[in-house]
Nanobody, 122 residues
Framework: QVQLVESGGGLVQAGDSLRLSCTTSGRTKGMGWFRQAPGKEREFVAAISLSGSTTTYADFVKGRFTISRDNAKKTVYLQMNSLKPEDTAVYYC??????????????????WGQGTQVTVSS
């Protein structure tokens, strides 16, 4: 069983930046970030292909967040700039062992991290 461990969350002010990291214990292919705010359903944030050549973003983060990966380090990153209070959520990393690119569909991801809290104050 592959384990995913997120880090980098915290409490910041609106307009600040954070970089989340997700390190895997084994091999994964397609990777993604999702988030869940209190009282809301989990939603897709960003996804990246195994090679890193393909990325997809939710409309609400386009231009502000960047997903990247370092396969040698088995780590995926989510650089979050211009953070807004509505970005407050628990952010989860997800990994797909089968597909090179998994996109927005959460059902494609077999492995999930425990989540890291991001809180943005106004």
């Amino acid at each position: 069983q592959v384990q995913l461990v997120e880090s980098g969350g915290g409490l910041v002010q609106a307009g600040d930046s954070l970089r989340l990291s997700c390190t895997t214990s084994g091999r994964t292919k397609g990777m993604g970030w999702f988030r869940q705010a209190p009282g809301k359903e989990r939603e897709f944030v960003a996804a990246i292909s195994l090679s890193g050549s393909t990325t997809t973003y939710a409309d609400f983060v386009k231009g502000r967040f960047t997903i990247s990966r370092d396969n040698a380090k088995k780590t995926v990153y989510l650089q979050m700039n211009s953070l807004k209070p509505e970005d407050t959520a628990v952010y989860y990393c997800a990994g797909d062992p089968d597909r090179s690119y998994s996109g927005k569909d959460a059902t494609y991801y077999d492995y999930w991290g425990q989540g890291t809290q991001v809180t943005v104050s106004s």
